[in-house]
Structures are given as C-alpha cells and as structure tokens.
C-alpha cells in the first residue's frame, strides 16, 4: 500500500522538499500531494484564468475557489495531512487546512517553533503529532508505514 | 495520482473534445467520464431494451432510470464535475446533476454564456469556478493538477 | 411526529398557499419551509445587506450565497422535498434543488405540467411521485402521513 | 424551528452580545452557542481540573482539549456557523473552527475588516456570506430565517 | 427519551396492535410507526391519486413508490425496527425492509415461526434478537428501554 | 475504468454464467462478484469451520454470518447490484440483498420473472431497471458501461 | 440545549450516581444514559426472554445482541460519552465502547485509576479527557455545559 | 480483487505469521496489515521521536498517538479485521480495535480461548466469526475469499 500524505501550510521554505527527500531515503511507499506554492501564481489564478476584476476582494476569491478545487480534493485523498505554521504571516489558510482536515477524520501532524505552541493550542489539540522540524516528519511517517524506529526495530523487519 | 473528471450537460456541441483533446495536449493526468451523448439512444434505452411503452411518460421514465445508472455512478467516482449549459434547450438535466453534485460535495465548474448568467446564479453559487470556454476548463484543470499558469510557473515545476 | 416538507421552485402562482391550506384542513402534522418566494428580495439581497456591486455577476453571487444559507440548511431538514416547474423560465434552481435533495437521499415529489415532461424526465426518474396540481400533493401528504385514502381506509384509521 | 448559530473566533468585544440582542429585538427564532469566553479560564481549565503541569505544552493541551469537547460538539449541531476574526493575535483557532465547519458542510459566515481580507482569502472562499459588523450578520439572520428583507418583504410576511 | 420503532412486514394478524398495547401496559416511552397496512390502499394509492395505469406493472410501481416516501422516511427515523415474517406469501417487502434497515445500522428484531428459520437464516443473521411473539418483542423493549427484567430488576430501577 | 457489478440470487441456474459471457463476448471492462453459489457450502461454512452446533438455528446462524462477510463487503465495492429471484423458494436473501444495496444507494437491477411482479413491486420500486433475462442485464450493462446500443450507436463511438 | 451523556464501564461502584448527582446540584441540564447495570439482568436477559441455551456461548451471546441494541444506540445518540475503568476484572465492554464511540466521533472521557495508565494509553490517547473521580467528570461537566470554572468565571455568568 | 485484512491485538506469539503463510499456501489475494509488533518501539516512539517526557502519562501519550495514525487508518482501509486476544494482559487496546472497527462496519472475526469467551460476550456479539486458531481464521478467509470449503467446493470452482 501506497501512502499518501498532504504537506499544508507555509510555503516559503523547502520543508516539502525535505521531507519528499527523507522520505525517499528511507525507501517509504508514499506520495506527497500539496497546494500549489508558487505564490502570485496562488494569488493571480483567477484574474489569469477567468478575467479581470477591479475589485481586490473578487480578485482573491476567484482565485481562492481555484486553490480549493485542489486542496480540498487531496486532503479529501491523503491518508495523512501535515501542516506546518511558519514563523511569519497569519497563516490562517493553514490552520483552516488543519480544522478540515480534523473534522474529516484525517490523522494530524502539526510542525511549528515552540514559540507558537500558546497560539496553536487549538491546534495541536486536534493533532496526533507535533513536531517541530521536517527530519522528525520523516522519521515518523517511516515508523507509522514502515513500523521501523532507530534503536529499537532495526534487527526486526517492520511490517 | 490520475484525476477523474466527469462532463455533464450540453450534448450538441464538441465541447468535450476540445477539453479532452486540450488536457491531452497539455499532458495531464487526467480522465474523463460523460452521460451517453447520443440523444437517441438517450432517449429510447429503456424501450429498446426492456420492452415498449405506449405511454411516453413510462417509455422517458425506463430509459432515463437506466442512464441515471451511469450518470450517478460517474458523477459519484469523479473528482471534479463540469457541468455546461448551452444556448439552447431547457437543460434540466443539468442543472439536476449541478445540484446532486454539489450535495455529495464534488467541486463543480459550470460553464455558460453571460446571457445565462442571472438565471444560473444559483448554480453558480455552488461552483468553485465558473468559465465560458472549453480552453478556461482545460487551463483550469492544469492548474489544478499540474500547478501549471501560464507566466507565472514555467520556471518552476507545479506539483 | 411532524412531517416537514420543502416546496422548492416556482414563485409565481399560490401553489405553497395551497398546499398548506390543504394540509391543514385535512389535520396533517406537517410543517413547511421554502425559499424565500419574494423574488426582488432574493434577487437583491447580497447588495442590500453586505455592500453595492458595480458587476452585476457579483450582485447575482452574493444573493445567491445568502439564499444558499437558507435554502440548503432548509433541504437539509425536510423529510420530504417537492419541487414544481412552473410554465415559464429555466428555473434552473428547481432543477438543482431536485437533484441536491436526490443526492441528499430526500424522497421527492415532482410537480409539473405533461408538456415539460419528456424535458424533465431525468429528474422524474429520481423522483418517488410526479404530480400535477397542489390538490394532488396534498392528498399524497395525507396518504403518506396519516395513511389516509378515500374510498378506501375512511373507515379504518391510518396510523 | 429554532435555528441553531454558533459563534466562533474573537473574544474580547462583544460582538456576540450585539448579534443576541439584535437576534432577539427581530424576533427571531435562534439560539445562539459560543465557547467559554473567558479568557483565562478557557486556558487553565485543565490543569485547574484536571491536575498542575509543569510543561506549558501539556497545561495548554490539557485546557484544549476539554474546550475541544464543548467547542466541536455545538459546531456538530450548529445549522450554521459565524467566524469573527478580530484585529488582533493570531487567531489560528477560529481559522480551525472555519475550516472545521466547512469539512462538515455547515454554512459559514466570516466576519472581519477589510483590511484582512487577502490573508483571509481562502477562509472567506469558504463562506457564504463575508460581514464586516455584527448588525449585518444580525440582518442576514433575518433574512436567512424570517424572509425579511428591509425595503422589499415589509408588507409581504416572510415565511 | 422517547425511542422510536418502526414495525414491518406481515399486515394480516394484530401483532403491531398488540406489541402496541403491550408497550403501554408496561408504561414504556416508545413511539411506534408503520407502513400503511390496508392492503387494497396500498396497492392501490399511486392510481387513486395520480391517474389510471393500464399497465399493472406501472399500477404497482407507483403505488410502491408512495409508500416508499412513508417507509423509507419512518425507517430511517427509527431507532429499532421490528420485522415480522408470517406464516403465508413471499414477503419480500419484509425482507427487503430487513435489509435496508441493516444496512442503515438499525438494531433488528426479526418475528417469525420455526417452520421459517432455515430460509430466514441471512436475515436473522443480520438481527439483534429473533422473537416468536409480539410479547417476547413487548418485553425485549421493556428491557432495553426501561431496563426491567422480571425475576431480576424488579426491586432495582432500570434507567 | 473498470466496472464492479455483484450478481445476488438465485443460484439454480446459470444466469451468472450467462451474464459474464455475454460481458465478456461484449468486451466490457467488468468484474463480477457474487455470494458462494454451492448451496450445500453455504448451509454448513459455519459448523464446517468452527465446530458442530446440534441446534439447527446455530448451525445456520454461524454459517450465515460467515457468508455475511463476503457478501457485504462485495456488496459494499460494487458500482451496480443485480439481483435475481428464480421461479421457487422464498429467496428472502435476494429481497434483503436488494434492500441492503439499496439503503448503501447502489443501482439496482432486478431480474425476474413477470408472475412475481406484484409481489416484487416494492423491489422494484427501488430498481432503476427491471429485467427479465440476463441478455437484457448484458445489453443494459453495455449501455451503461460503454454506451452502446444497438441500432443508435453503433457508428459512433460511446464514451 | 440539553446535553446527553453516556455512563458506559463499571457497574459496582456508584459511580454514575455520584456524576448524576453531582450534575443535579451544579444545575446542570444533562440527561444520563448507561447500559443496565444489573450484572444478572444483563447476562441472563437473552435466555430468560427467548428461550433457554444448553450452551454457554450461546446463552451469552443471545443476552449481549439484546443488550447491543441498548448500547448502541444510547452511545449513538450521545452527546459526550463517558467510559470508567474499574480496579477488577477485564473489562474489555467498556474498551470496546470506548472504540465504538471513537470512531463515532463522539467527545471521550475516560476515567481510571493512575495504576491502570500505561495499559490503558491507547483508550486514553483517543479521549478529550482523562479523569480519576466522578467529582472531576462533573466539573468537566459544568464547564463544557455551562461555562463555569470556579475562581475564573464566578463573576461573569458562562454561556 | 485484493482483500485487505488488519490482523489486531496480542503480540506476544506468531499468530500473524501463522495467518499470513496460511493464506499464501492457500494461494488467496489477500494483503495484511497490522500495528506495530515491536512492544518496546510502540511504547517509546513518542519520546524517541519528538523528545522526552518526565511524566510517564505524556510519554505514553506521544506514544500512543503516533500509533494511531497507523492502526486508525488501516482499520479504515481493512475490508475484514481480526482481533486476538491472548492469555495474558489486560489487551485493552485490541477490544478498543474491535469497537473502532465495529462502528466503522467493517466485518470483525474475534480470536480467543474459551475462558476469555463470557468476559469477550459483547465483543464477540458484534462479530461474524468467533475462531480459536490461526488455521480456522485461514480458512474462514479461503472460503470468503475464494468460496472454496474442503468437502464440499473441491470439484467446483468458488468465484
């Protein structure tokens, strides 16, 4: 069985990456799905795709939709969703991810700072995990799949 | 992962293949499903193969139940439903399938001329985009699956 | 227990008027719902509450959205849902009605004339009864209900 | 019927009193929900109940999880949800609350100033309604329930 | 709290009637509900009210489907169904009631003779008690309602 | 992609064989499953497995649930369910098979013959196609898989 | 709003009394619900209402399928469900309503003894809080229902 | 088609292995999952993980939760689960499997000694298949899978 996992949240640093490359070295069965993460591409798909609107709001809300034909089928999809708050931004889009994500029932790996943790308390409530760096991601997502943990289950084949 | 993309509505023109001929060209993974669009055979299914009606209502009623097999089924698998209203015609049907899409939460495109914009409002309510042209769908899709906007992502690969 | 039945579509004639006076002369435990049937009132209320739009789609959407908030929560509640195509106009949204009440699992009464049947035979095929008149609804209610019908259980109380 | 509204998101101006009293002075049929508002309860309820952490991770989650009982459970029976974002703090929980509510097919109605509207862009692509004060969402509650529009319904009883 | 049960199958014995009189007697808080059970109105509803059929096939078909608003609903509100087997017919509506009622979740108590046990076995398999009489039903509900048990909770309230 | 069609019923006669051959002659993309069809296997799977029962209703009881966790789960993945009542015995596994898929939403197709037609009425009525043979289950599933219908499409590719 | 709340686990402690009467005092409007505590009644029911059962299993089985329907569908209609662990025995019907109720989404609680802990992590990693007395569930009571946390909200009523 | 079967509870003997090269020998299209097996791994992974806790609860916690985002979701995936309880230990997390697994539907077949059978009544009542070894869980899946019972289908090829 393939896994498949959604990776939410901030997009201004490789943390996918990191995590699709761990994953890969470890030899994980797994797909990674994710939102679009080129920024003013998120932002301008409705204006390019359908016409210009002079109005900001109709400006973003078109595009939004887009966005959400994409991210709501693959976390509608994912066996596991991660979503990751980074240091800056309001990040709501990430936290809205996370709340519907629960309320489907999908397994929660939540990744911030501690600095965070106060604000995201909500949050991490709903989660199964909290980890704060993409290495832990991995090496949890190779214990859930592939039930191997360093030290413990390196002489025994995990399932 | 392959997307699954059910086409409803308008049976008179090419429109769905231009959208599939466009997402081929555009190299997505992507496939797609329709209602028999052969309005005869449409029509008269259920008396061709379950035996005559002399009433129309029943020789309607056999054969839309048998396509409503299809028609459920497809838009039940599907990912994403686009549903096309055309010039002519009171094309219930479709807006029938709009709404039965929209409660099993598929995300929905609907696909018009502004002239029917007033009277489709509430369809339109319930979609996440709402284009005029075969080519918006299929640059829609490509953005939806492959992360793919013309000026913006071509240097970087979508997801 | 009280039945509640939804009465989607036409807005022009008194059909609900008298639905409900004949279910209430017969003693039926029913309570309806229905849109809102003021159609300058439906048409407008996006821009009267949340703010002016210069673009008429947007006016259309915002109305919409808001009479969505109504009409699906009230869809949603109903143990039955009737929908009537009147004479005139697409009444798209009675056919979206039909099909989102469908997928919903709603058991639906459909009312129109003969001559739109052959046009909404996909969503007679989904319906549990095709009606005429509000004479005839009234009396399927009472059967339904209170397991009434004339001539035939008029001595025997329904359940 | 009593309709059921939940109001999620900020707590420190009385945004929700002024919805109840507007709600009750229209005379509505609605019953509102909320959270525990209080601040500093909402935070120690669980170490206050339940036994001191030393490690403000589990102080907070302890707390969290217990509002989740409260919080998740009147958003289940909600008919629909309002999400207040204020202008201050980060707010990640009514995010969640939105993105939880939306997962469920709740209708949604986002309250915030314009000034956070691109960041709230995906949140209010989820919504039906976007309002700015609490006399708006007061008479969208009018609408969507009684059928009254100022102006338009006054001399035609809403249903 | 009031329970619900639906009771279905054979109409022409007084076993409802007296599962009915025997929950009084025991001063249970139950509700009980019924397809309609006057044979001739049932088979007859869907031509008395909506038009003559020369075809029997269609006669039946929308006579079932009248009923089928009031069964599917009831059933589907119901918190136990109780199906009763008789001694003569095909009873396939009891049957397929049985099966619609399992797939639903709904706790199953089948009536039914010895005699019938064998050809009963997939149906029986799905129930949570299979019962002889209408009293061993009446005191199946007095236990899992009101928690009595005579010989043994008489001097202990059930809850 | 490919079709999942159960075949639940009658086991007397080669109608399942008849079914395949003709999907397979057709070229249809199908799968077919169906409940063991060994009459003596079915009756003994329980005892057989997991040890003598001298009580008749356990010997059947534990058989039948055996046979429960094929034929649900197969009910369960099918796209369409077919089910045929023969000429003798009370087949009320087939009337509890067709509710059981009905309740699930699965298109039903049932077969039989015309003399069962009143007694199946409400079967029926839940049936989006009634069939007498399996040539008709074939042409109904060619129609319905490939779009094809002899004399209408067959210059013209179905979808 | 009332709110409904399932005692499941132990059943020789008064430990539901103690929540019941607790919940009483603090005002607070809940209605309990709880499997028959009678440990005889609840063993015996199957045998003593339909018929007796030479073999153990079976006479256990009979009264654990009658005292399903109870369980089942009181936890389903819970609001919050609460499971205590008592010192004795194995308990495994309080671990498996545990479960049922999990994956229900239903709000746990789970009470124990701190000795119980580690054999216990899986139940108690599934619930919203874990309790050692029936004080301390009635206090998680009062705030979720009522909002109030004593020091906190004294002053400021709850909603 | 693949079946896809969760292999749940005690992990002290090679119950699992013995299962697994059954059904290889047996040729069936079957793929099996399970938790982690390793006791010490599946106890420590939350703090191994994502750092140490002081307090033993939150170190089984972390734990504990990380696990479910295994055993959760391929519960979810399972067509059938198997839970074996063993001789020793309280093996409260498997009646919590079987719970989970029986609100979700999925067929459940039990495994346990006689002595454990009245303490494992409820569970038991909820399954389709009580076994007492490896070898009759095998052959329970040779004949759900493949139809194929020795004795009786050996000549006749099961579906």
Redesign the interface.
């Known amino acids: ?1 393939t ?2 996992v959604y990776l939410s949240g901030e997009i201004h640093t490789d943390w996918r990456e990191q995590i699709e490359a761990g994953a890969k070295a470890a030899g994980l069965e797994v ?4 939102p ?3 920024h ?2 998120s932002d ?2 409705g204006v ?3 016409g210009k ?6 400006h ?14 693959l976390i509608g ?1 994912a ?2 969703v991660v979503v990751r ?1 980074g240091e800056k ?17 999908k ?1 929660l ?1 939540i990744m911030h700072q501690d600095e ?11 989660a ?4 704060r760096t993409p290495e ?1 991601v991995v ?2 997502l190779q ?3 592939d ?1 191997t ?5 390196d002489k ?1 084949a ?2």
Chains 1, 2, 3, 4, 5, 6, 7, 8 share one sequence.
């Open positions: 069985m896994w498949t797909s990674f799905s994710a679009v993460t080129h003013e591409a301008d798909v390019a795709l359908l609107e002079p109005d900001k709001f109709w973003d809300h078109k595009g939004a939709q887009i966005n959400a034909i994409r991210t709501r089928t999809k066996d596991i708050f931004y309001k990040q709501w889009n990430a936290a809205f991810d996370a709340g519907y994500a629960a309320a489907l029932g397994p790996i965070h943790a106060h604000a995201l308390k909500e949050v991490d409530a709903a199964l995990a909290v980890a832990e090496l949890i214990y859930v799949i039930g943990l360093a030290g413990y289950t025994e995990g399932r």
